[in-house]
C-alpha cells in the first residue's frame, strides 16, 4: 500500500452550485461567469471563522473543493482509492462530473475508489493527464440525521481531517483486528503463569473477486521491538472477516496510562497482483468497574482523573493540523490526566493514537445527542457510525468504553417524544456494540430513563454552576453512585472568562439551596435569563471562581474511594451555537485553556492534584490589577504538589506552609499579606524530595476608590511579530481605573489592516465582555511606517480626521491608515489611529 495526503493546490468555493460541472465551466468559458475559487490548503473547514462571528449564525449548506489529480499507480490492476479521515457532514465526491461515490456522517472514516470512474479511463484533454477531481462538503441541518443542531458544538462542514491518495494491488488487506484475550492474565494474578492469547483477524478488499493465491506473513512485535511472535499462511481469498492466525504471549508488558507498551502487529500480504502491508498497534490490558464500587486496571484501582475533548480550535474550527492535535494532547497528558472523553462524536485517528503512546483511558462515543429519535433513516446512520467507530477503532488499547449518547432525554427536533422507543433503540445499540466487540462496555450520560441499559451510567451533575453549591459535589454523587452499578461522572466545571479575576467570588452560598438539593442540569440551565437562582445565570464567571470549584472537587474525589472517576467539561473553549450571550458571543467558555490552547489558571490547579513532575503556580498572573483599601490583608493563594512553599512578598518571606489536602483552599498553600499601594511582587519557592521549583508575578495594588465607569483609554503595543495589540481599559469620572468593569466593548477597524478577529479568544474577538476593567485585540496592520494616534489626540484636535492632520499635517501621509474604534453601550466611543 502506498499513501500519500492531499494538502496542498486544493480550491475552495462556500456556496451552492447549479451542477458540478460549474466546477469545471469556467475553464472552458476562459473565466466567464467563472466561480470564486479560492486557494486552500487540507484539512479545511469553511465554518473556521463564521462559527465565531458575533453578528450572524455560521453558515451551513454546500461547499465545493476541487483538485487536479496526478496518478502513478505502481500496481498492475491496482485500485486508486481516496481515504478520507473525516469531512462533514455529508460528502460526494466526483471525477470530472461522475459522481462516483458519497457519505453521510462527518466523522467517521470512509473511502472512495476511483479506479474504475469514466474520467479516469478517458483523461480530459484539457487537464494535461491529470484528473479533475471534484468535492462537495454539505453541513445542511437535516432533523434525521445526527447530531442535532441544538447540541452544544458547531457541525463543521468541509474536509477537515486528512484526504489521502491511496493506491493498492487488486487484492489488499482492508481491516486487520487484533484481539487479545486476557483471561489468563485475570485468572492467573496471584502466580506467575501469566499470558494472554491473541487472535488476528482481516478483512480484504477484493472489488474484482480475484482468486488467485495469497502468502499471508504475521509478525509481532513487543514495545522493544524484539519479535515475539510470527507465521506464515498460503490460501485462497476470502469474504468478510477471518481469522489468519492465534499466538499465546507469556508474561506480556501491560498498558497502563504510567506505562502505555504498544505492541505491533504486522500483516503482509502478497499475490501476483503485488505486495501490501498493514501495520497494527495494540496493547495488553484488563479493567473492571466493579459493581457498586471502584475502577480497576489490570487488577489495581486507579482513579480515572480525566477531562473531554471537541475537535475545534481558534481560526481553524475542526481543521486542526496534526501538530495542533499533538500539542492539545501533550498538555492534556501533562496536566495529570489519565483519561478523556472524546465528546461527542468519533475522533481523528490521530487522537487515539497519541491516547495509546501518551496514556489515556478514552470514552468514545457516537454523535447520537440530544433531538430525540427519528426515522429509519436516522436509526441507520446510528447503527453505521457506531458500526465504523468500533471497526476502525477496535484496535487502540485506550479505549475502555464505546458511547451510545449523550443527553438522549433532551427533546426537540421533533415534535414527538417516545421514552419507550428509545430505551428500545438504546438496548438495541448496546447489543451491536457488544456484538461488534465485547472486549469492552457501553455507556451514556445524562437520561435516566436509560441508565439501566447500558454498562456504565453518568448521570448530569453540576454542583456549583447549573444546579446547587460546590459544596454539594460528594453528597451528590454518593447519591447516584447508590442509584446504578456502574458510576462515571461525566461532565461537571464552570463557564470561567480567560483573564477575569475578581477580589471576592459569587459562590452562591447564601441564595441557592445547598446540602440535599437538585444538582442536576436540566433543559435552559445553560440560559442566562429565567429559572431558579444559580451560580450559572448569577455568577461572576471569573477564573477565579472556576478555581475555587476545581479546588473543592478535586480535594473531595482524592478522598472518594468508592469513585470510578470524573471528567471536567471542558479542556478547551469551543465554539457554540446555542451560546449567543456568552461573554464571548457563541463560545462555551468552561475550558481549562482558551481556544488557541492558551493556558489559564485553571491548568495549574489540575496539576498540583495530578502531575507527578514538581509545580508551583501563583494564582493570578494575568491579574494586572488587585484591588482593596489600604492596610487590608490580602490572601495569595499558591497551587502547588510540592510538599512545602515559602513565600516572599516584596522580598520578605512570609514563612514555609506544608500541603494538605483537607486544608481546604489550596491545600493550605495560602498566605495572608499587606500590599503596597502600586507595584507589588511576589515570589514563590516550593521544595518536594530536595528538588525546587519557583514561580513569580508582578502587579498593580489600587487603593483608589472608583464609581461607575464612564470612558475607555486606548493603549497601544507593538509585537515582535509586526502585530499591534490594542487595548482598551475602563475609567470613571474622575479618571480612576474601574477594575471590576465587565461590561461589553466592540472593537471596529476602518481603512487598512484588519482585526484578528472570530477566533474566540480573549485577545481574537470584536465583541467580548471586559476582563479586569480591559479588553484588548490583535490588529494585523499593512505595510508602511507605524505611527500610532491616541484617544487623547482626538479628543484634543476634535475627532480623527483633524486628529490625523495634526499629526501629519494638511497633506495626508502617503501610507496606509487603520483608525480602530472600541465602543460601548452608554460611552463615548474611543479611537486610535494605525498609520
Request: charged content about 25%.
Amino acid at each position: 500500500m502506498i499513501s500519500q495526503r492531499l494538502n496542498e493546490h486544493w480550491q475552495h468555493y462556500t456556496g451552492t452550485l447549479g451542477g458540478v460541472w460549474e466546477v469545471w465551466r469556467g475553464d472552458k468559458l476562459q473565466n466567464h461567469y467563472n466561480v470564486p475559487w479560492q486557494a486552500v490548503t487540507l484539512p479545511h473547514t469553511y465554518n473556521g471563522l463564521d462559527a465565531m462571528d458575533p453578528d450572524s449564525k455560521y453558515y451551513q449548506g454546500e461547499a465545493w473543493y476541487r483538485y487536479k489529480l496526478q496518478l502513478n499507480n505502481p500496481y498492475p490492476e491496482g485500485r486508486t482509492l481516496l481515504h478520507f479521515e473525516g469531512a462533514g457532514q455529508r460528502t460526494k465526491v466526483y471525477v470530472y462530473t461522475e459522481e462516483i461515490g458519497e457519505h453521510l456522517g462527518g466523522y467517521d472514516e470512509f473511502r472512495i475508489d476511483i479506479t474504475e470512474a469514466h474520467a479516469l479511463q478517458h483523461r480530459v484533454e484539457r487537464y494535461e493527464g491529470k484528473i479533475p477531481l471534484a468535492i462537495m462538503c454539505d453541513n445542511s441541518r437535516e432533523l434525521e440525521t445526527i447530531p442535532s443542531d441544538t447540541s452544544d458544538f458547531n457541525l463543521y462542514g468541509g474536509i477537515y481531517r486528512y484526504l489521502n491518495l491511496v493506491y493498492v494491488p487488486a487484492i489488499s488487506l482492508e481491516h486487520v483486528h487484533i484481539e487479545v484475550d486476557t483471561s489468563g492474565l485475570q485468572q492467573a494474578e496471584a502466580t506467575e503463569q501469566r499470558h494472554c492469547r491473541i487472535a488476528v483477524r482481516a478483512t480484504l478488499y477484493n472489488p474484482a473477486m480475484k482468486q488467485e493465491e495469497l502468502e499471508l506473513k504475521l509478525e509481532i512485535k513487543d514495545a522493544a521491538g524484539r519479535c515475539v511472535a510470527k507465521s506464515t499462511l498460503q490460501c485462497k481469498p476470502w469474504q468478510q472477516e477471518q481469522q489468519l492466525a492465534q499466538f499465546e504471549l507469556p508474561n506480556p508488558q501491560l498498558w497502563s496510562p504510567a506505562e502505555p507498551a504498544l505492541y505491533t502487529c504486522s500483516v503482509t500480504l502478497k499475490s501476483t497482483y503485488g505486495e501490501t502491508a498493514l501495520t497494527e498497534r495494540f496493547g495488553v490490558r484488563y479493567f473492571q468497574f466493579q459493581k457498586k464500587g471502584p475502577f480497576y486496571l489490570n487488577g489495581e484501582r486507579l482513579l480515572l482523573r480525566g477531562t473531554h475533548r471537541h475537535e475545534d480550535h481558534a481560526g481553524v474550527g475542526a481543521a486542526m493540523t496534526e501538530a495542533m492535535i499533538r500539542e492539545e494532547m501533550q498538555l492534556i497528558k501533562s496536566m495529570g490526566a489519565n483519561f478523556i472523553r472524546l465528546g461527542h462524536y468519533q475522533q481523528s485517528r490521530i487522537v487515539l493514537d497519541l491516547c495509546d503512546e501518551l496514556g489515556l483511558l478514552v470514552w468514545e462515543e457516537i454523535p447520537w445527542c440530544r433531538g430525540g429519535l427519528g426515522s429509519e433513516q436516522y436509526k441507520q446512520q446510528c447503527r453505521d457510525m457506531l458500526t465504523n467507530m468500533i471497526q476502525q477503532h477496535y484496535n487502540h488499547p485506550s479505549i475502555i468504553i464505546w458511547g451510545l449518547g449523550n443527553e438522549n432525554d433532551w427533546e426537540c427536533d421533533f415534535d414527538y417524544f417516545d421514552e419507550e422507543q428509545i430505551r428500545r433503540f438504546m438496548k438495541e445499540l448496546h447489543e451491536l456494540a457488544h456484538q461488534l466487540d465485547d472486549s469492552r462496555l457501553t455507556a451514556i450520560r445524562r437520561c435516566e430513563f436509560c441508565k439501566d441499559i447500558v454498562d456504565v451510567y453518568s448521570p448530569s451533575i453540576w454542583a456549583g454552576w447549573y444546579r446547587g453549591i460546590y459544596t454539594d459535589y460528594e453528597e451528590s454523587c454518593k447519591a447516584a453512585f447508590e442509584n446504578v452499578d456502574s458510576f462515571f461522572h461525566m461532565e461537571w466545571g464552570a463557564d470561567n472568562l480567560a483573564t477575569r479575576h475578581v477580589e471576592k467570588v459569587y459562590t452562591g452560598f447564601d441564595f441557592i439551596a445547598g446540602s440535599g438539593a437538585s444538582t442536576d442540569e436540566r433543559d435552559g440551565d445553560y440560559l442566562l435569563t429565567g429559572g431558579e437562582p444559580r451560580v450559572s445565570r448569577d455568577g461572576d464567571w471569573s477564573e477565579t471562581y472556576f478555581c475555587e470549584m476545581i479546588d473543592w472537587y478535586l480535594k473531595c474525589q482524592q478522598s472518594m474511594s468508592w469513585l470510578t472517576g470524573a471528567a471536567q467539561w471542558s479542556f478547551k473553549d469551543f465554539a457554540t451555537p446555542v451560546r449567543p450571550d456568552s461573554p464571548i458571543p457563541y463560545l462555551n467558555m468552561k475550558g481549562i485553556v482558551e481556544r488557541d490552547l492558551t493556558k489559564k489558571e485553571a491548568y495549574y490547579v489540575f496539576q498540583s492534584y495530578w502531575a507527578e513532575e514538581p509545580m508551583v503556580r501563583i494564582y493570578g498572573h494575568t491579574m494586572k490589577t488587585r484591588w482593596g483599601k489600604p492596610d487590608e490583608l490580602k490572601q495569595i493563594r499558591v497551587y502547588s504538589n510540592c510538599e512545602q512553599a515559602e513565600l516572599f512578598v516584596n522580598g520578605q518571606s512570609l514563612g514555609v506552609k506544608l500541603r494538605s489536602v483537607d486544608d481546604f483552599p489550596c491545600a493550605g498553600l495560602r498566605w495572608e499579606a499587606v500590599f503596597r499601594p502600586g507595584e507589588n511582587h511576589i515570589r514563590v519557592l516550593a521544595t518536594q524530595n530536595s528538588i525546587q521549583v519557583e514561580d513569580q508575578l508582578s502587579f498593580v495594588y489600587q487603593v483608589e476608590v472608583w464609581s461607575e465607569p464612564v470612558e475607555l483609554r486606548i493603549t497601544t503595543h507593538k509585537q515582535e511579530d509586526g502585530r499591534i495589540f490594542v487595548e482598551a481599559a475602563a475609567y470613571d469620572l474622575q479618571g480612576v481605573f474601574c477594575p471590576d468593569a465587565s461590561f461589553f466593548v466592540r472593537f471596529g477597524l476602518t481603512g487598512n489592516g484588519r482585526l484578528l478577529d472570530n477566533l474566540g479568544t480573549i485577545h481574537g474577538s470584536r465583541l467580548v465582555q471586559l476582563a479586569g476593567g480591559r479588553a484588548g485585540i490583535y490588529v494585523d496592520p499593512t505595510g508602511g511606517r507605524r505611527a500610532v494616534i491616541s484617544e487623547t489626540d482626538f479628543v484634543t484636535a476634535g475627532g480623527p480626521a483633524a486628529a490625523v492632520e495634526a499629526a501629519f499635517g494638511k497633506q495626508q501621509p502617503a501610507v496606509p491608515l487603520s483608525i480602530v474604534s472600541v465602543i460601548a453601550e452608554g460611552m463615548k466611543p474611543a479611537y486610535t489611529v494605525l498609520c
